[in-house]
């Protein structure tokens, strides 16, 4: 190479990292990309490359992935319960993301694309076999891919580290015409194996129905607004029903169900972030009691229970918003381009 492609070369390379540092002047590890936020208000105000993490609401259960193509969305639900939202860039015109129900067969956190000139692919979670995938990539706020589903780095890393191989993928909707996908909501609107939850009729006052999930941590979902209560166990409804909630305060809680040494259960606070001063306080019997349902239902409720379940009180409705409070959204350069 000649001294003058070598000094032109080295002019190019110098005006790219300019150009780098003047659209991003900022570009420290952890910064947020706007204040603390609800996870709920977060779902549909986030910016592209921008997303919400929020694993404390349900700590174990079954991991479901929906991608909304109409929206650019990815929502993460564990045990049925929503803990994660992130924009996305799926296929481009001509190379559209695929949509139907998935699962990941085959996950490397340092892959190279072997179609596209080996361009990076970090954590990447196979999809199909001819290339379709979800994995870290660009985000420039419309649909870019070759296919795959982009995501920003870190919610890449933590998605990554939560799922298993048979971890189901929903993908559905219409990224040109917006249109043709079910809403995301604090609780998964499908099943484990991508069948769409059906809603209690509106004659029906609740419904037990065990069999659905003989075992598995269960979460209960108690939306204030809908004054619904929903039952899931390993990630499958189980129980719905009516309630009276005597609690206005705007705030979601997650609680979580311990036993002492001498086999009493209490209800304890986790700490969310923006909460962490009442982890570990005691719910109250005085809290309890502005909780009503039927007493049928509540009985099996109970009786279901075991140490380590949750419940999640939140002010959004069952079948759309989402859960979670105090939460930073966090850009999608939070950790360098290059995977560690």
Not at 4 to 25: D, G, H, I, K, N
Request: hydrophobic share 45%; glycine share 10%; net charge neutral.
């Amino acid at each position: 190479m000649s001294k003058y492609s070598r000094r032109a070369m080295r002019t190019t390379v110098l005006a790219m990292l300019l150009a780098a540092l003047a659209a991003e002047p900022a570009l420290s590890q952890g910064r947020s990309a706007s204040s603390a936020v609800d996870l709920a208000r977060a779902a549909g105000s986030l910016q592209p490359g921008e997303w919400v993490w929020a694993p404390e609401i349900a700590p174990s259960g079954p991991v479901l992935i929906y991608v909304n193509l109409s929206d650019q969305r990815a929502t993460v639900y564990r045990n049925g319960v929503r803990i994660g939202v992130s924009t996305i860039s799926s296929g481009k015109p001509g190379h559209e993301t695929p949509t139907g129900v998935f699962t990941i067969l085959q996950k490397d956190a340092r892959h190279h694309s072997t179609t596209y000139n080996n361009a990076p692919m970090f954590y990447m979670e196979r999809l199909t076999w001819d290339g379709v995938a979800l994995h870290a990539g660009g985000l420039p706020g419309f649909p870019e891919s070759h296919g795959c589903v982009h995501l920003p780095l870190q919610f890449a890393r933590l998605l990554y580290g939560a799922t298993d191989f048979s971890v189901t993928v929903v993908i559905a909707g219409d990224a040109a015409r917006h249109v043709g996908a079910v809403p995301a909501g604090v609780v998964a609107p499908f099943a484990a194996g991508g069948r769409p939850v059906e809603p209690l009729p509106l004659n029906v006052p609740w419904r037990w129905t065990p069999e659905q999930a003989a075992d598995g941590p269960t979460t209960v979902i108690v939306s204030k607004v809908d004054q619904i209560a929903v039952v899931l166990r390993n990630g499958i409804e189980i129980g719905r029903s009516a309630i009276a909630l005597d609690d206005y305060d705007g705030e979601v809680h997650v609680l979580t169900l311990s036993a002492s040494a001498d086999g009493a259960q209490r209800w304890l606070y986790a700490g969310l972030p923006g909460r962490e001063a009442e982890a570990g306080a005691e719910l109250s019997a005085a809290m309890l009691g502005r909780l009503r349902a039927p007493h049928p239902f509540y009985v099996q409720v109970r009786d279901s229970l075991k140490p380590g379940d949750t419940v999640v009180i939140t002010p959004a409705p069952i079948g759309a918003g989402s859960v979670g409070r105090a939460l930073t959204v966090m850009d999608a350069l939070d950790e360098p381009t290059v995977a560690p």
